[in-house]
């Protein structure tokens, strides 16, 4: 596998903006969160496994399970553009979104596929949106796609 930029990964992801919010989605009709990893993992011919007999609520840590066993762990306080994280959602204290960094800004920009409106000016589907204080202080986890090479 040929060594691959942040840009590589965030130009995959944008190419999604838009993209409507379909669970299990896996290609430019709709994807979910996970989905959109997927789709930029395989665009840019990252090994990965795919795994969709997942239920739209956290179940066991599965999804923490598949991060970890996929990409490689960084501490989220070098968290750089093009990086994943894992966010705790709707208060089920578990890891059950996901989302690609956009920019190395503070606050970062997080490329998310969502179902719900975050914001008013966001609806369903992929979405680039500024982390709130809010959101930021949901993340749990920070994941790098495997032969990516941070400056």
């Not at 979910?32 to 609520?57: F, K, M, Q, S």
Request: with cysteine; net charge positive.
């Amino acid at each position: 596998m040929q060594s691959l930029s942040p840009q590589d990964v965030i130009r995959v992801a944008r190419s999604y903006l838009g993209t409507r919010w379909v669970h299990q989605g896996r290609s430019r009709k709709g994807v979910d969160c996970v989905g959109l990893l997927v789709v930029t993992a395989r665009e840019l011919g990252i090994p990965h496994r795919d795994v969709t007999n997942y239920d739209r609520r956290p179940s066991n840590g599965q999804l923490e399970k598949l991060l970890s066993e996929q990409l490689d762990r960084i501490d989220a306080r070098e968290m750089k553009l093009g990086d994943i994280v894992a966010i705790e959602d709707q208060g089920w204290r578990a890891i059950s979104h996901v989302g690609i960094l956009g920019d190395g800004a503070r606050p970062f920009s997080l490329i998310h596929s969502w179902l719900r409106r975050p914001e008013p000016d966001f609806g369903r589907g992929v979405v680039e949106m500024r982390l709130s204080q809010d959101w930021a202080g949901l993340i749990r986890a920070a994941f790098r796609f495997p032969g990516v090479l941070v400056e």
